[in-house]
């Protein structure tokens, strides 16, 4: 049981660049979501998935599109990636009960 | 907006002291608070929750205190030791599953 899984872990694009960041959970959920995390703001919710086939924006997502594969993927896509969407990103998934869990994280610096 | 407030920003202890660290919430709906300790390069990790029918829940070194009303809750950490050093962060969500809003976090240092 790996939990949440997140791809890659480190990653540099210059801007302009589009690239997807995956996630996967093996904890049958139906819930997922997409966060990044800056230096004094905490996380903040990007995109989340209620369930298979439904997707929703958060606090902040411009410039993120966000596809829910199956039940165990979803995936984050920059389309055209910016110096301000430097950060941390994690992949978090939840089930009715003891709230969410969330992947390693993915470090993005866009140059 | 729903928004979450944390308080302090950074708590610096002596190893076998207390730590507090108090959020509040703006959205009254809200009915699950989950506290969760990131350490280094890691994700946050889920460390105790609550719900608003429970005013306190204690695990082990670890206590929770709500107060609906005021809209207040807080983390209670005992006989703190060197790995507790790392940043906690509160959060407030309508349920277990539903979208969640979480505070800027606290730096936790704990000194030996």
Redesign the interface.
């Known amino acids: 049981n790996a939990g949440?899984t997140q791809t890659p872990k480190f990653q540099v694009l210059k801007t302009g660049q589009s690239m997807t960041l995956q996630c996967a959970q093996d904890m049958n959920h139906?819930?997922m979501?997409w966060?990044r995390q800056d230096p004094?703001?905490?996380?903040?919710?990007i995109y989340?998935s209620?369930s298979e086939g439904t997707t929703?924006k958060?606090?902040v997502p411009n410039g993120y599109n966000v596809s829910r594969l199956n039940k165990r993927e979803f995936s984050l896509r920059l389309e055209s990636a910016a110096p301000s969407q430097t950060s941390v990103y994690?992949c978090?998934s939840?089930?009715?009960?003891?709230?969410?869990?969330?992947?390693?994280?993915t470090r993005l610096t866009v140059l | 907006g729903e928004n979450v407030e944390q308080h302090p920003s950074t708590l610096s202890v002596q190893e076998g002291d207390s730590a507090v660290i108090k959020c509040t919430y703006s959205d009254s709906a809200s009915n699950y608070f989950p506290w969760y300790k990131q350490e280094l390069g890691k994700g946050p990790q889920l460390i105790i929750d609550i719900r608003s029918n429970v005013g306190e829940k204690k695990d082990q070194r670890i206590a929770v205190t709500l107060n609906k009303t005021a809209k207040h809750f807080s983390l209670h950490i005992t006989e703190t030791q060197p790995e507790d050093s790392a940043v906690y962060f509160c959060a407030a969500s309508k349920t277990s599953y539903d979208k969640v809003i979480f505070g800027p976090g606290t730096s936790l240092s704990v000194i030996p």
Do not use: T
């Not at chain 1, 004094?40 to 919710?45: D, I, P, Q, V």
């Not at chain 1, 089930?95 to 994280?105: A, D, K, R, S």
């Open positions: 949440v139906n819930s979501y966060y004094g703001m905490g996380l903040r919710l989340y209620a929703d958060g606090e994690f978090a939840s089930e009715q009960g003891p709230g969410w869990y969330f992947g390693p994280g």
